[in-house]
């Protein structure tokens, strides 16, 4: 079993490599969500990480990218910006939403999840 995972994880990260500059997913908290998309679903959240210098940020965690009203950092679950790369992610992964698309923000409105995520998922 330990030797499955081993070498599953090592076909994954060498997919990954298989794929240009995959290794930017690992770059940001949770990047391996919504992974390319994070940054180039429209460009805006990778526009402001490539500003800044291509590292997750105190300052970067503070930003709003896709104007959606909820910070980058809130939406990768890591509101102070205080994740370094190699930690481990933050938070749920259910809970990460996309700081490149502003159809997808965390669910504090009260409306049923259930609908809200097939709402969701006609924008991805
Ligand atoms: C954390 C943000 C981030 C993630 C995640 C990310 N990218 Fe990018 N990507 C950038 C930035 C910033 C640039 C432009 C600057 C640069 O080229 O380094 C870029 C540039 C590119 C380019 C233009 C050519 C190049 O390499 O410069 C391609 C193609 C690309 N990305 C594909 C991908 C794919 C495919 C994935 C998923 C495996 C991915 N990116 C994940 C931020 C990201
Ligand atoms: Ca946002
Ligand atoms: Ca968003």
Redesign the pocket.
Known sequence: MLRFTTIFVLTLLAA?GA???????D??PN?SV???????LN?S???D??DGD?Q?TAALAAMDSDGDGYSNGVELLDPDGTWSVGDPDPGDPADVTNPDDPDDFPDDTGVDPASFGKTKSVFR
């Open positions: 990954n794929f240009g500059h995959g290794g930017y997913v770059l940001v990047g919504n992974s390319c998309n994070t940054c180039h460009f959240f990778g526009q990480f490539g291509e997750w």
